[in-house]
């Protein structure tokens, strides 16, 4: 299993229940497949659970939590059966796995693949993707739009763009996260994972803050990428930060500088995982942080 798989079996899932509009259904989706959906009482740290009785399988979410949070938590149980992969946190959905990279299962991060594929549906978020500028005020207007959060709706636009994007989120001032549009993958730009945060990045400005609000810095290139070509194009950033799970997200736009031949060959380590959804375009997010 991977993620390419789990982003297929999603749009397929979405194909089969004749989804075309958004916000997506989500609780007629569970319906759709004999899942039966409440809101109780759960303890602050519980998202959700799942378990079956007289026959019937139920999802429990935390009616504390957040509707964009519930939302994502009952996709992210749904997911456990289409995918077909055990639960990796045991019957209950701890409040803070969700939102994070560190420390989880790969089980457990796929299921939120599949979730944030669900809830910003493919065919709707790319030609919205072509019209939009790549700004943290559009990502929150198409975040309302959608009902999901902004850092999952931001991955799916920067996938989606034909323009020179990436989003990157990191945590505690380290990048684990990063999904460049098919034209900055073409240009060879491609952004590490694991590698720090640049110290002249409005994300390591807002991280050493330790504030929330917007952040802003112009740079080159050649700060988050190290490919040789990463040097024709400047970048302009936007960024935010989230406290509580130290994570920093960043929209990049890169701007080329000058129009020249890309190099055949570039000082780059891509991550293994870069190209897995390049056949089907596509690559979701993650819920957003309960606040």
Known sequence: MDESIAVARARKL????????????????????????????????????????????????NQNDSPLRQRFTILHEIAHHVLELP??????????????????????ILCDIFAAECLVPWEVIQPLAEEKE?????????????QASRSCVASRFAQASGA?????????????????????????????????????????KAFKSGFSGLHEADSEAQDWSNSDDARRFACYEQATYHAPTKQTH????????????????YRCVQDDRDDLLEEIDGYPGWSKPRY
């Open 87 to 108: 639960s990796r946190h045991g019957e209950k959905v701890p409040a803070d796995e969700l939102e994070r990279f560190s420390g989880r299962h790969p089980e457990e």
């Open 14 to 61: 979405l194909r089969d229940v004749g989804v075309t509009t958004v916000p997506v259904d989500v609780e007629a989706l569970a319906l759709s497949l004999g899942f039966h959906v409440s809101r109780q009482e759960l303890p602050d740290d519980e998202a959700g659970c799942t378990l079956k009785r007289r026959s019937k399988i139920h999802i429990w979410v």
């Open 134 to 146: 790549f700004t943290l005020e559009n990502l929150a207007e198409l975040a309302e739009q959608f």
């Open 250 to 265: 960043s929209i990049l736009i890169f701007e080329e500088l000058e129009q020249r031949p890309i190099s055949s060959s």
């Open 164 to 204: 020179h994007l990436a989003f990157v989120v990191a945590e505690e001032g380290i990048v684990k996260y990063s999904i460049a549009s098919k034209a900055l993958k073409e240009a060879r730009l491609w952004i590490t994972r694991g590698i720090p945060l640049p110290k002249s990045s409005a994300a390591a």
